[in-house]
Each structure stands twice: as structure tokens, then as C-alpha cells.
């Protein structure tokens, strides 16, 4: 059976230069791993065109136009933990004809967006978070002295939360910690493990 896909440029120029030399139609086509057949039409239609590139406008129709490849990125953009397989199906109704996942996944790899499994980070809130970086401010010019004289100490109850499986997120890259790629987790509210630590710069020695 004939290989049906497309040669490129460089077994076309291949396949001329082997005629050129000489060689058989059956031995070009061994070396170049296509049928007699295909080595029989590149070498009629450049002997009739003089060209080696395929004419304009041949090749399959694109499924998609740039309208709706902005409405699968736009989709990511709200939403980077939804899936491929459901922006197909939701492309696939607007369209009223089948959109594989491939093609969305495409789509998004062109515009810079890859598969990436989410990150966890605790779930902090903004009013804590702007605490912590008030304090973090507030300290960070303390001398070593200071700390060494310090103690963190904790304890929290941890829960289950969610899945524990892995998450995908579409994301462009060094966009990993950003809040809409991240996978919140909690350690608070009808907890099974109580937990209770500290850390200081000497350690565990007194």
C-alpha cells in the first residue's frame, strides 16, 4: 500500500537529484522509502513545472478559523484548569462539526499555552497575605542576631481537601505560581491529624 503521507521538499529535491545521476525510478524509490509511484509524479511535475513546492491553497481546509482559535485561548484564559476534551466538545456545537482535542491542544501550544500539571500552594487569603508581606517588609533588614533569638512554632490540623490526584492546567511558561494555576490546599476545619511543630537557626539542640 502506498504511504499517503505528504514527501516534503527535501525528498522531492532528493528524488531529483538521484534522477539526475542516473539512478532507476525502482532504486530511487527504495532509497527515498516511497512507492515508484509517488518517485513517478515528482518527477513528472517537475519536469513540467520546474517546481518543487506544492501549489497554493492545496492541502486540508483548516477546521478552525482565527476567530474561534480566539474563543479555545479565551477559554483558557478564564478558565486554564479546563480540559482539551471539553473545549472540544464546546467548539464542536458551535461549530456543528467535530473538533478532536488534538486540534484545541494545537491550537493552544501555538499560542504559547502547554499542558502542565498544577501546582499546590497552601490557601491563603488576601488579608493574610497582605499580613505576611507586611511583616516580611518590616523584618527584612533584621540582623542574624535577631533571629537567632527567634522561634517559630505552629500547629494545625490537616484535612482532606479535594483530590488527590493530578491537576492540568493550560499555561504559557514561568506562569506557574500565578493564582489561576495553582491547586489550593487547606490544613484547617475538622481535621484528622493535629501537627505541631517549630524551627529555630540552632536547630534541635539546645
Known amino acids: ?52 513546492a506544492n501549489n497554493e491553497g492545496r492541502g486540508r481546509k483548516k477546521i478552525m ?16 484548569k479546563i480540559s482539551a476534551p471539553k473545549i472540544a466538545a ?35 487569603g488576601k488579608r493574610n497575605r497582605v499580613k505576611r508581606l507586611k511583616f516580611a517588609k518590616e523584618h527584612i533588614l533584621k540582623p542574624q542576631q535577631f533571629w537567632n ?3 517559630f512554632s505552629d500547629e494545625s490540623k490537616f484535612n482532606i481537601f479535594g483530590s488527590d490526584g493530578r491537576r492540568m492546567v493550560s499555561r504559557k511558561p514561568n506562569t506557574s505560581r500565578h493564582p489561576k494555576h495553582t491547586i489550593p490546599t487547606v490544613k484547617h476545619g475538622g481535621g484528622s491529624v493535629m501537627v505541631w511543630g517549630c524551627m529555630a537557626t540552632s536547630g534541635w539542640e539546645s
Do not use: W
Open 90 to 124: 464546546s467548539t464542536s456545537n458551535i461549530l456543528g462539526r467535530s473538533v478532536s482535542e488534538e486540534t484545541v491542544r494545537r491550537v493552544l501550544r501555538k499560542a504559547g499555552y502547554n499542558g502542565r500539571v498544577a501546582r499546590k500552594k497552601p490557601l491563603i
Open 1 to 52: 500500500m502506498e504511504n499517503r503521507k505528504e514527501t516534503t521538499i527535501e525528498e522531492r529535491k532528493l528524488v531529483i537529484k538521484l534522477s539526475n545521476e542516473g539512478k532507476s525510478q525502482l532504486n530511487i524509490a527504495k532509497v527515498v522509502g516511497r512507492s515508484v509511484n509517488c518517485i513517478q509524479k515528482i518527477l513528472q511535475k517537475f519536469k513540467k513545472t520546474g517546481m518543487l
Open 149 to 151: 533569638e527567634v522561634i
Open 65 to 80: 478559523n482565527s476567530i474561534t482559535e480566539r474563543r479555545v485561548i479565551h477559554q483558557v484564559k478564564i478558565d486554564p
